[in-house]
């Protein structure tokens, strides 16, 4: 077992709020909420949607997740020089990527399953977009590392598993870097699914909200790249944040909602603080998972009140970026170690009424403040509840 620091040396972000780290902030400084209609299919569902500010590189000839993926993963290891030619020592070292996702690789291709089971398929191309749809996969062999690749479906808890994952490979001795993320587009079919489930609202989601009714879909990508102290420190690379320690549980409670009482996600945040040697007072502010549906942060808002001091800080980005499913943890992730560097919080977008059944408020304006360690939450289908711990540098 490795116990050396895992520090966090790059990070990439594409979303609603921009298509950079640097486009990011200043959207979030401007308290820019860029929400829209469904475009890029055709939908019946006439919800709002936080689409990704694209730019002219994304093209169709390839699915719209790795596109994604590419841009927040080569911000990421840029900014972590990576692949810098003046410094060579990365070429020896072991690198592997994990990507948390939802839809890339199984739901893009209703249209041509439709057509193939009516027997007029003139084009097989929809089958190597799936295959080359592998992001992890993909991106060891466009980027030529030698550590292994891992992709985590785990629901809207996949991009905090992610990091989890690159964490135990790096104590492991698996790896000596991980490039670990996650990456989503908008589709049709998460579309229906959280439609029919009654979750999606019919305006601006407002997390925390007494009356919030529901979530919007999103879009986009994060990336960080998690090295060993002695690989940074080999390497000179600048160190943005330290990745403490990351926790999952299973309460097993509902496929789709999660224990009322919380027990899950208050041992996963528990279990975290014993894995990074730290007491709830240390966290100075909780980046929250807040999808603004009414159990989700009923659970969340009851266990942060519960565990936490009355002023702890807390906020959800899901009101500027929307719910990216597999993306979303990882996009907290970014957002997460953004705060912690410019030592600043965005106000909690669509919240301005307390719900008394929670009895617990979010941060109502955008913030500066002194924080050391931040926690990031993100729960998931099935029971999940994932949590990760960052210190600033």
């Known amino acids: 077992m490795n116990n050396e620091k895992i520090f966090i040396t790059g990070t990439g972000i594409i979303s609603a709020l921009g298509n950079s780290i640097e486009e990011t902030f200043e959207a979030l400084l401007k308290n820019q909420i860029n929400v829209g209609k469904i475009d890029s299919f055709d939908c019946d569902i006439n919800k709002p949607v936080f689409k990704a500010m694209t730019t002219s590189n994304l093209t169709s000839s390839m699915m719209r997740t790795k596109e994604l993926a590419d841009i927040a993963f080569l ?114 079919v998460p579309m229906a699914g959280f439609n029919s489930l009654g979750i999606l609202s019919d305006s601006i989601c407002k997390p925390f909200d007494k009356n919030r009714d529901g979530l919007n879909l999103g879009e986009g990508a994060g990336f960080l790249v998690l090295e060993k102290e002695s690989t940074a420190k080999a390497r000179k690379a600048e160190i943005l944040a330290e990745c ?39 966290i100075n502010f909780i980046n929250a998972h807040g999808t603004a549906t009414k159990n989700n942060d009923f659970v969340e808002g009851y266990v942060f009140k519960k565990m936490f001091p009355k002023n702890i800080k807390v906020f959800s980005t899901k009101g500027y970026t929307g719910h990216t499913l597999g993306a979303a943890g990882a996009i907290d992730a970014v957002l997460t170690v953004l705060s912690l560097k410019k030592q600043w919080i965005p106000m909690n977008a669509g919240f301005s009424r307390e719900d008394p059944e929670i009895g617990f408020s979010p941060v109502k304006k955008s913030t500066s403040l002194k924080a050391k360690y931040a926690l990031s939450t993100s729960l998931a289908f099935g029971g ?3 949590a990760v711990i960052f210190r600033r540098i």
């Open 244 to 282: 403490c320690s990351y926790s999952t549980t299973a309460d097993s409670y509902h496929l789709t909602a999660p224990r009322p009482d919380g027990k899950g996600l208050e041992y996963a945040i528990k279990k975290a603080l014993l894995n990074a040697n730290l007491n709830i007072e240390d």
């Open 75 to 188: 911000q990421a290891i840029d900014q972590a020089k990576i692949n810098d030619s003046d410094n060579p020592i990365s070429e020896k070292l072991k690198i592997g990527i994990c990507c948390g996702t939802t839809v890339a690789s199984q739901l893009n291709d209703i249209e041509f399953y439709k057509k193939f089971r009516m027997g007029i398929v003139k084009s097989y191309d929809p089958v190597k977009h799936f295959i080359a749809g592998n992001l992890s996969e993909a991106l060891l062999l466009e980027h030529n590392y030698s550590g292994p690749g891992f992709n985590v479906v785990n629901a809207c808890s996949s991009g905090t598993d992610s990091i989890g994952v690159a964490m135990a490979w790096i104590k492991n001795r698996v790896c000596d870097i991980v490039i670990a993320g996650g990456a989503d587009e908008l589709n049709r």
């Open 384 to 386: 999940v509840n994932s």
